[in-house]
């Protein structure tokens, strides 16, 4: 059996952990499928790089709002996808041949299980490897649900993991799931040239966001793809490139491809953590207290695996809480989760950090709401944009912000002077009134849902 230093499962975010630091220690990375993890393959990037493209053929396409005469010909998709995965892959190969020629680290191509406290056996091509360590670093990441009537269909469907790197785009496409994936990778498709039916258990797209968000979000889906919403899948028919989904209303959707985007579950249940002492929770996220250790001496995790929060930029920082607290056991800090922000990449972008108004309702929290529309600021005429809103909550009395929501173009840059007032507590009124606001920029729509407060 191999000892090692530390090893890290997981080679996304996971592979942050292991810096200059750590040089002179053995370290092994184990990794089964991407170095990158999702975010470079099969996520965050690989996404935006497709909806930046589709946000170009919908302005050429709506030219004419400007007065400019253009005409949109074709998304060439096999050439946008092969430049988009030809950088991102030869992105992945790259960071897994660094890996490998550093004296310092091995790397284990295959799948990690525990087979004992701080014990592993690594499936590799080759057979099986046992290993261990001193420390050991969770960060296996998730993967897309797909639930029974479509996994026990036995006919193809499509993940996030699979769609982005099909050969064409569907004739119709049928998604199940109304979250931002889903959302984002109907645009994607939609301005592409496939028809787009989207199958959503709730009332509402985007329902974890800000109740007016989600609301005026779906009315403007309702002009671009066919919705079902409030209903379930029940079954699958048809044959691969002829779909048929049937509805739990009896309702039919005919389609050549279907996108599963419902949702994401964590590893863990892939790693046989009760040999190893290391609890989940009912979801099968990992235990982890704020120090990100687990419940078994040694072995800390991070990312999608673990997090209250699945996000990119979450998994990041806990890389980074992660890599103190290995090194430096008298001194640890903690990962803290509070004023996270997020982004939906569609059109029009969406940027949330903080409470919605529902939460606020829920909390029994006194609050009050400040908006602006976009429509009302100068560049906004600019932009001919009668559908972007800024709505922020605040703390009655002292302007203490609760939440922030933006709907409309670069949402997810306007969105940050709230995240930085929100996590130094920079008061409402003192954000308004102190910084010079820039006319005619679009940043006056924050400014202006400010001042609505009235503070």
Not at 36 to 63: D, Q, W, Y
Not at 223 to 251: C, F, I, M, Q, W
């Amino acid at each position: 059996m191999r000892h090692h230093d530390l090893i890290v499962i997981g080679a996304g975010s996971g592979n942050a952990v292991v810096d200059g630091s750590f040089t002179g220690l053995d370290v092994a990375v184990v990794e089964e499928k991407w170095f990158g993890g999702t975010c470079l393959n099969a996520g965050c990037i690989p996404s935006k790089m497709l909806a930046f493209a589709a946000h170009v053929a919908s302005t050429v396409r709506e030219a004419g709002t400007y007065d400019v005469d253009a005409e949109l010909r074709a998304v060439r998709w096999r050439e946008l996808r092969d430049r988009v995965f030809g950088r991102l892959d030869a992105a992945r190969e790259e960071g897994r041949r660094g890996r490998e020629a550093d004296d310092g680290i091995t790397v284990y191509g295959g799948r990690a299980r525990f087979t004992g406290p701080r014990r592993l056996v690594v499936e590799l091509p080759d057979g099986p490897v046992e290993v261990a360590a001193d420390q050991i670093v969770i960060a296996a990441g998730g993967r897309p649900l797909v639930p029974p009537p479509v996994a026990d269909s036995g006919l193809p469907y499509e993940t996030s993991d699979t769609v982005m790197r099909v050969d064409a785009p569907p004739r119709r496409l049928a998604v199940l799931g109304g979250g931002y994936i889903a959302a984002e990778l109907a645009e994607v498709f939609s301005e592409a040239g496939s028809a787009v039916t989207i199958v959503e258990k709730e009332e509402r797209l985007l329902g974890p966001q800000d109740e007016t968000v989600a609301e005026r979000f779906t009315d403007l889906a309702r002009d671009r793809y066919d919705l079902r919403l409030g209903r379930e899948v029940t079954g699958v028919g048809g044959r691969p490139g002829a779909l048929r989904l049937t509805l739990d209303d009896g309702s039919t959707v005919e389609a050549d491809m279907l996108l599963v985007a419902a949702g994401r579950v964590p590893n863990s249940d892939r790693l046989d953590l009760d040999t190893a002492g290391v609890k989940t929770r009912d979801d099968g996220r990992i235990v982890v207290d704020a120090y990100q250790r687990t419940t078994a001496e040694g072995v800390f995790a991070l990312g999608d695996i673990c997090t209250p929060v699945p996000l990119k930029h979450v998994a990041n920082r806990e890389a980074k809480v992660v890599a103190h607290n290995l090194l430096h056991p008298d001194d640890l800090v903690s990962a803290d989760h509070d004023g996270v922000p997020a982004a939906v990449f569609t059109r029009p972008q969406i940027a949330s950090v903080g409470a919605t108004e529902q939460d606020c309702r829920d909390r029994g929290l006194e609050y009050l709401v400040g908006t602006a529309q976009y429509a009302d600021v100068a560049y906004g005429w600019a932009m001919e944009d009668t559908t972007g809103f800024c709505k922020v909550l605040a703390e009655p009395g002292t302007g203490r912000l609760l939440g922030a929501h933006l709907m409309g173009s670069q949402a997810p840059t306007l969105i940050q002077p709230l995240v930085l007032a929100t996590a130094l507590g920079i008061d409402a009124a003192t954000l308004a009134d102190t910084p010079y606001w820039i006319h005619p920029a679009l940043t006056e729509v924050v400014e202006n849902a400010l001042l609505d407060l009235g503070l």
